[in-house]
């Protein structure tokens, strides 16, 4: 077996080989850490160490070598053990047997050797250990044949993956995360394993799932996850909305586009311009009111009328049944669904009317919604593909002209209800926010300029027309 003595090279491993030694134990990194280093996927920050022996007791040695004495964390139930140091997260865990009860997340657990932990890991890339051990510090242990399915880029379960998959269904979508994040492929028995077992996500919890699908999403093409859970069968049981886009309807010789694979391509195409999160959840859920929408209408064929506003709806009732916090994050998202199509409307016919109610809407995400509407061309017309973004990219100049001119962005009235009051010399009443709605109205229609004195001289035109006379 082959040394990476080379990925030890931090201080805090000897520290760690010195603490295993201390207390007469073995000990290895095992985990991601292995992985990533050999991936060269850049500096790990959370590592994982197995101890044949008690890994509370490990990591309670590790503190006392350690400058300081970082707090350890200790979790009874798992047996496990945490502390920071050096920008790190060093989790312990004692090598154990284990096998998880059907219907629980409670493993019966038994103390084991290093192989007997290995095989209970997820996958082969996943069980790659390098030992701490002073006879043989940086020796890399690798009973699956790890480091082959790294070169193939293969997801593989070390054991046979029903009884892997059974262990912890969420390795399932693991597996999907892993292959899109790596763009590794997933052994077709582990394939098959996952398609066999799907309906065991239902044991997991919704906040485990989520993460994953996070780290989907982020991933270079996320497509490729989504493409999985849809081929294995898990998707209904995630996103039954995004299971009703799939497929095409004719009537009529009328067919509209497959909308399941066209949010997967609006999800890539997103993925290669931000990094921001809740956009390309946006993009993966801005078009779930088609389904429910869905019209035939013999003069103009296919119509999904509303499928906007339906669809931000359905983000709401979506981010409540998987847990996800219903805070400023949702309502971005369902803000972008609602507005995803305004661009488009405005892109054949760009007046500085439209641009500033565009703005006065969008506010802060004007910028965003650019972004998921020109992720949304997905036309294979080169000449279309072009003509769209460039009409886009005349939207982009048109904001920052307007932009710059009227400053409607975060729009405060230049009357305030309050001066209305008193130059009317009125109590609080409907006829404030007509007033007040009429300025801005003006302002965004481009009647007066976005200033003081234009929305004075207005209000008082307004006051007239409503009967009302200025007080001295
Ligand atoms: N593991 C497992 N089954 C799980 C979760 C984790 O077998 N359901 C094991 C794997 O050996 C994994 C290690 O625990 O490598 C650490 O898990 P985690 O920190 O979740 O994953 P990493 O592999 O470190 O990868 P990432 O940080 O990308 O999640």
């Known amino acids: 077996m082959p040394t990476y003595a080379t990925a030890l090279q931090h201080p805090i491993f000897n520290t760690l080989s010195q603490a295993a030694a201390n207390l007469g134990l073995e000990s290895y990194v095992i985990g991601g850490f292995v992985r990533d280093y050999i991936l060269k996927r850049g500096e790990a920050k959370d590592i994982d160490i197995v101890a044949v022996g008690s890994g509370i007791a490990l990591a309670k040695e590790v503190s006392r070598l350690l400058p300081g004495n970082p707090k350890v964390s200790v979790f009874k139930n798992y047996g496990t053990a945490m502390l920071r140091a050096a920008g790190m997260e060093l989790e312990f865990v004692g090598a154990r047997k284990e096998s998880y009860q059907q219907d629980s997340r409670n493993p019966a657990v038994e103390d084991g050797s290093l192989e007997d932990d290995q095989n209970r890991r997820d996958f082969t890339i996943n069980a790659l250990a390098l030992s701490l051990n002073k006879d043989d510090f940086g020796k890399l242990l690798d009973p699956f044949n790890g480091i ?235 000449k279309k593909f072009k003509k769209y973004h460039n009409n886009f990219q005349r939207v982009r100049e048109k904001i920052v002209e307007v932009e710059e001119r009227d400053h409607v962005r975060n729009f405060q009235p230049p009357v305030s209800g309050e001066e209305i009051m008193q130059t009317f010399n009125l109590k609080p009443s409907k006829e404030i926010g007509m007033i007040k709605d009429a300025i801005k109205e003006a302002i965004l229609e481009g009647e007066i300029p976005n200033e003081y004195q234009a929305a004075k001289e207005y209000m008082l035109k307004k006051g007239a027309e409503l009967n009302l006379t200025p007080v001295d």
Request: aromatic fraction near 8%; proline fraction near 5%.
């Open 148 to 382: 082959t399915d790294l070169e193939q880029r293969v997801i593989r379960t070390p054991l046979d993956p029903s009884i892997t998959f059974s262990d912890d269904p969420l390795r399932m979508l693991r597996a999907i995360r892993f292959a899109t994040q790596l763009n590794f492929n997933i052994a077709p028995e582990a394939l098959q394993a996952i398609t066999n077992k799907a309906n065991r996500i239902e044991i997991i919890s919704e906040e485990r799932i989520v993460d994953e699908i996070h780290k989907i999403l982020m991933a270079p093409t996320p497509s490729k996850g989504f493409a999985l859970l849809h081929k294995t069968g898990l998707l209904p049981y995630i996103f039954p909305e995004l299971v009703a886009l799939q497929g095409i309807d004719e009537k009529e010789g009328q067919r509209h586009k497959d909308n399941f694979w066209h949010t997967l391509e609006v999800v890539d195409n997103i993925a290669k311009t931000t990094d921001n999160l809740w956009l390309r959840w946006a993009a993966l859920l801005h078009d779930i009111g088609k389904a429910p929408t869905k019209k035939f209408d013999k003069k103009v064929g296919w119509t999904f009328h509303g499928h906007e506003f339906v669809g931000s709806k359905m983000v709401y009732k979506l981010f409540k049944r998987l847990k996800m916090p219903l805070n400023d994050k949702m309502k971005f998202v369902q803000k972008m669904v609602l507005m995803s199509s305004r661009p488009i409307v405005l892109a054949s016919d760009v007046t500085d009317s439209a641009v500033r109610r565009l703005i006065f809407d969008a506010g802060d995400h004007v910028e965003d919604l650019m972004t998921l509407c020109e992720a949304d061309i997905t036309t294979k017309n080169p």
